[in-house]
């Protein structure tokens, strides 16, 4: 394999660039070997200290696309690795966890991740997942290099207490400073943006957002939907820019 057994390696400039971060060893070389055999760019890590290797010794056009990171990990566990990989980096995350591990799964699509899979997971299924992930990522308007500031201003959206870059993907508050937010959670306020004052079903936001592969009744639109409105609301508990709209489902009331 490419990805040395047991380190960290450095991360080539290759499209579809998979980091994959458990300290299981067979996990790690199995899952890898299959993702390598499917055209992925892989590297691989046992814990946080080489995904963090990883990142530092990767160039600006090498960074991981995709992080696949297990959640009980030696040391800092996957928990505290999202958060990090989220203040500090643009890059999707695939949470893996124990089977039945509900309420794992519910704190780390709190913290940022972007999906998550349970524990022993199917190899296509992970593939799938990988791909819905990396199309939402490669749908991403690109943003020219200096582009001016009229055409900058005009792809600005209030969303809340904040202001959406659509062209620069960046949430900024209310005192000018950038909030991050996850490829998802971008994608759930352009929908909202596009379909303003309109009533939006969970089936219809997960159609929107291309998550298809989940169901209409799975609970983690709305787990994220609460932790865009910590970041967007003035008062989370009581939303007036993502309203719910009991029985039917949620609706954006643009400024």
């Not at 963090?52 to 600006?60: D, G, L």
């Not at 960046?170 to 379909?195: C, H, K, P, S």
Request: aromatic letters at 4%; proline letters at 4%.
């Amino acid at each position: 394999m490419q990805a040395q057994q047991g380190n960290a390696v450095k991360i080539t400039a290759m499209p579809q660039r998979v980091l994959i971060v458990d300290d299981d060893e067979a996990i790690r070389e199995t899952t890898g070997e299959y993702l390598q055999e499917h055209g992925y760019e892989i590297a691989l890590a046992a814990d946080g200290a080489q995904l963090r290797a990883a990142f530092a010794e990767a160039t600006p056009d090498g960074l991981p696309d995709v992080v696949l990171l297990d959640l009980n990990l030696p040391g800092e566990d996957g928990l505290a690795l999202t958060r990090w990989l989220r203040a500090h980096h643009d890059v999707a995350i695939i949470m893996v966890t124990g089977a039945g591990e509900i309420v794992d799964r519910v704190v780390g699509l709190e913290v940022g991740a972007d999906d998550y899979l349970a524990k022993p997971f199917d190899l296509r299924e992970l593939r799938a997942r990988l791909t819905s992930v990396l199309r939402r990522l490669k749908e991403r308007p690109a943003q020219a290099p200096g582009a001016g500031r009229a055409a900058g201003a005009a792809a600005r959206v209030r969303v809340g207490r904040c202001t959406l870059d659509l062209n620069t993907h960046q949430l900024i508050d209310e005192q000018g400073a950038e909030l991050t937010i996850t490829g998802m959670e971008f994608d759930l306020l352009r929908v909202f943006i596009e379909n303003a004052n309109r009533v939006l079903s969970r089936d219809r936001l997960l159609t929107l957002t291309r998550n298809r592969e989940w169901e209409p009744f799975d609970r983690s639109i709305d787990i994220r939907i609460a932790r865009l409105r910590r970041k967007i609301e003035a008062d989370p508990e009581k939303p007036s820019a993502i309203r719910t709209v009991r029985g039917a489902g949620y609706m954006f009331v643009s400024a």
